[in-house]
């Protein structure tokens, strides 16, 4: 298994400029989510899945767009990214209450 | 509105120490407790996950434990190596699957 997968690795945008981080996971698993992590703040919550065709907004959810067609797959949309988007985005899975977090993608809005 | 800290922010030790890292939360009303392990530059591996009929939970050098009625869990690291260097996040659970984490505690242990 691949487990969570993540791309791009790194991404630098500028202000303004739309793009869609891709998280795919190989597990099975109905429950997916998205984290941004900035530095002292822990990891915040933008938006979570429980399964194909259902999403939901977490804590920080502006600016962002997601949608879930398929158990495998749950991309991240900026729409109009901005330099507070700056961060370190994480994707995750699970089937209970052990989370398998993807790589991360290092985003940078200039 | 849960809220989690954790003590140290940071914490630097020689080699084979035993140290202990901390985490706080304002609503007792937990279910588990989880730790985790960041490497820099990469994702989060699970360590231990408590439920909220255990006290204690072990793997290997790790042990962890959660006091509900006080908003603390510790994780107790023994004799502690290089290879343990890392930030170290706790996390509960708000709703449904989702969770709110600690800061973290960037940990570096020196040979």
């Known amino acids: 298994n691949a487990g969570v997968t993540q791309t791009p690795k790194f991404q630098v945008l500028k202000t303004g400029q739309s793009m869609t981080l891709q998280c795919a996971q190989d597990m099975n698993h109905e429950y997916m989510s998205w984290y941004r992590q900035d530095p002292g703040m822990g990891l915040r919550l933008i938006h979570y899945s429980v399964g194909a065709g259902i999403t939901d907004q977490g804590e920080v959810p502006n600016g962002y767009n997601v949608s879930r067609s398929t158990t495998e797959d749950f991309p991240l949309r900026l729409l109009s990214a901005a330099p507070s988007q700056t961060s370190v985005y994480f994707c995750a899975s699970s089937s209970g209450p052990l989370r398998y977090f993807g790589p991360g993608t290092r985003l940078t809005v200039t | 509105k849960q809220e989690v800290t954790q003590i140290p922010a940071a914490l630097s030790v020689p080699e084979g120490e035993n140290l202990v890292l901390n985490c706080s939360f304002t609503?007792?009303?937990?279910?588990?407790l989880q730790w985790f392990r960041q490497d820099p530059g990469k994702g989060l591996t699970s360590l231990l996950l408590i439920q909220s009929s255990q006290r204690e939970q072990t793997s290997g050098r790790l042990n962890a434990s959660l006091d509900k009625s006080s908003g603390r869990s510790t994780l107790y690291i023994a004799a502690s190596q290089p290879g343990d260097s890392a930030t170290y996040l706790c996390a509960v659970p708000v709703y449904g699957q989702n969770f709110v984490f600690g800061p973290g505690t960037r940990l570096s242990v020196l040979p």
């Open positions: 609503d007792s009303a937990i279910y588990n």
